[in-house]
């Protein structure tokens, strides 16, 4: 079954530290891994695309990680702002398919 | 470039009212469109996606429908709200070919409360 399980659910740092979001999958054959940041009440923003060759990508603060032999994935964040206060999402899509497996997201709060 | 638009942005309508909520993407030509529903501290559920116009699959049974009239509008629909179709619905684009490296791309989102 395909499935995509993202850890922590929810994680509280404080401004300018670093964090570290993770994504696990069992899609096969997968086919390219996106990270997506929602802010409350909004549509999800894509920050990173990631197909099997690539194994790391940076957006600015943010870097994205894949290990397609572990099916693993994490996204970096660097010196966090408030700003990046938001539900990041990881989105799997698998080869010959419309559809994309959608994790239930990490809620970060960034404090003061 | 490609833009997605979604309207309305919140909607609050009576039990056994009718809905539809609308979806228009610019800037490309045969998009795969989708209807996500997202309820509250939840994960995104995929209610409905189209491949082309007129054509419509459903993943999940519920109370809404839709349809593809155009190439690149997407509608979603109910005859009569329940209590239980309250949530945050996005509307979603990709590439109709080679979706690969492309982006998979959300509207702004409806809110919807039905009372």
């Known amino acids: 079954k395909n499935q995509v399980e993202q850890s922590p659910q929810s994680l509280i740092i404080l401004e300018g530290k670093n964090c570290t979001l993770q994504?696990?999958?069992?899609?096969?054959?997968?086919?390219?891994l996106r990270w997506y940041k929602q802010d409350t009440g909004r549509g999800p923003v894509s920050l990173t695309i990631?197909?099997?060759?690539?194994n790391t990508k940076s957006n600015g603060r943010y870097t994205a990680t894949l290990d397609a032999d572990t099916k693993q994935s994490s996204l970096h964040i660097t010196a966090s702002q408030l700003s990046d206060s938001a539900s990041y999402i990881c989105v799997v899509s698998a080869s010959g398919t419309y559809k994309y497996i959608f994790g239930t997201g990490t809620r970060l709060k960034v404090l003061a | 470039s490609q833009t997605i638009h979604q309207w309305p942005a919140t909607l609050v309508q009576p039990v056994g009212s009718p809905l539809s909520l609308e979806c228009t993407v610019e800037g490309t030509s045969n998009p795969n469109l989708y209807w996500y529903r997202q309820a509250a501290g939840r994960g995104l559920q995929l209610l409905f996606y189209?491949?082309?116009?007129?054509?419509i699959s459903s993943e999940v049974p519920q109370n809404l429908s839709a349809s593809r009239p155009q190439d690149r509008q997407f509608i979603l629909s109910s005859k009569k709200l329940l209590l239980s179709d309250s949530g945050f619905y996005l509307c979603?684009?990709?590439?109709?070919?080679?979706?690969?490296?492309?982006?998979?791309?959300f509207g702004s989102g409806t809110r919807l409360t039905v009372v």
């Open positions: 189209s491949v082309g116009i007129g054509q």
């Open positions: 979603a684009w990709s590439a109709g070919t080679g979706w690969g490296s492309y982006g998979y791309t």
């Open positions: 994504c696990n999958y069992t899609v096969s054959p997968f086919s390219n």
């Open positions: 990631m197909t099997f060759s690539e």
